[in-house]
Antibody, heavy 121, light 108 residues
Framework: QVQLQESGPGLVKPSQTLSLTCSVS??????????WSWIRQHPGKGLEWIGY???????YYNPSLKSRVSISVDTSKNQFSLKLSSVTAADTAVYYC?????????????WGQGTLVTVSS | DIQMTQSPSSLSASVGDRVTITCRAS??????LNWYQQKPEKAPKLLIY???SLQSGVPSRFSGSGSGTDFTLTISSLQPEDFATYYC??????????FGGGTKVEIK
């Protein structure tokens, strides 16, 4: 059973860059069957998809965040990463990594436990 | 963006009740609709994909239906472990993928 685990700083200062990594275990990130996504949830709010990456490096981003987001993949480490630049308090959220199927209709069938990132000076 | 609207936003129900949650898309999304359950401080869990397909390991009291713009998640007999927040999500358009606002199911 594949497992995903987020890691990274829990506190980021305003205007800085948020950086998180998702480690994939018990399964290969280099699969034609999956995209690898980042999703966030503001405190007490709903879910917002940030973007995803294919193991080849192809990416899709939420247009609302596209100017500040970068997702990359390291197949040798079986990891993918999120960078969100110029953060403000509005970026305070729980950040999840998740696996999305490439088959259509696609769906998120495996999620990390989530990591809270607080933006504060 | 495809907007997903869930109703109600919250409901109170008793163990054994039949519960229905609806999700409406702002445009037709065929059957590209998924349902998730989220408990406090936990990641969402996939229940239903492609509108009506039950994810492996999910109890059969959960079912999904619908196509086009209107979808339903039904819990046939509510169990204590089902008290949670439920989200729908469309995968018809990845620009961007979007979720409904959630329905919180509480104990009456």
């Amino acid at each position: 059973q594949v497992q995903l685990q987020e890691s990274g700083p829990g506190l980021v200062k305003p205007s800085q860059t948020l950086s998180l990594t998702c480690s994939v275990s018990s399964g290969s990130i280099s699969s034609d069957d999956y995209y690898w996504s980042w999703i966030r949830q503001h405190p007490g709010k709903g879910l917002e998809w940030i973007g995803y990456i294919f193991y080849s490096g192809s990416t899709y981003y939420n247009p609302s965040l596209k100017s500040r987001v970068s997702i990359s993949v390291d197949t040798s480490k079986n990891q993918f990463s999120l960078k969100l630049s110029s953060v403000t308090a509005a970026d305070t959220a729980v950040y999840y990594c998740a696996r999305d199927h490439t088959v259509t209709p696609s769906y998120f069938d495996c999620w990390g436990q989530g990591t809270l990132v607080t933006v504060s000076s | 963006d495809i907007q997903m609207t869930q109703s109600p936003s919250s409901l109170s129900a008793s163990v054994g009740d039949r519960v229905t949650i609806t999700c409406r898309a702002s445009q037709s999304i065929s059957n590209y609709l998924n349902w998730y359950q989220q408990k406090p401080e936990k990641a969402p869990k996939l229940l239903i994909y492609a509108a009506s397909s039950l994810q492996s390991g999910v109890p059969s009291r959960f079912s999904g239906s619908g196509s086009g713009t209107d979808f339903t998640l039904t819990i046939s007999s509510l169990q204590p472990e089902d008290f949670a927040t439920y989200y729908c999500q469309q995968s018809y358009s990845a620009l961007p993928l979007t979720f409904g606002g959630g329905t919180k199911v509480e104990i009456k």
